[in-house]
């Protein structure tokens, strides 16, 4: 998802600002959110075709 991209992607630019000033306690937060945000945006559009299925599946049954 666009939004899981777009947060990866600040959190890298953050991580590159702090790793200029030398070390930092911020850095190993900030490349775990973006390593987080990453994960999700590759995982979450599979997780929503799951969903979407068992929806579906839902929804037959309550009509049959």
Same mark, same amino acid.
């Given at each position: 998802?666009?939004?899981?991209?777009?947060? &990866?992607?600040?959190?890298?630019?953050?991580?590159?600002?702090?790793?200029?000033?030398?070390?930092?306690?911020?850095?190993?937060?900030?490349?775990?959110? &973006?390593?987080?945000?990453?994960?999700? &945006?590759?995982?979450?559009?599979?997780?929503?075709?799951?969903?979407?299925?068992?929806?579906?599946?839902?929804?037959?049954?309550?009509?049959?």
């Amino acid at each position: 998802m666009a939004v899981y991209q777009e947060q &990866a992607t600040l959190f890298r630019e953050g991580l590159n600002a702090l790793k200029d000033n030398g070390p930092d306690s911020r850095i190993s937060l900030l490349e775990e959110s &973006a390593a987080l945000a990453e994960f999700l &945006a590759e995982q979450i559009p599979a997780l929503h075709q799951e969903w979407e299925k068992r929806r579906d599946a839902l929804r037959f049954n309550r009509e049959h």
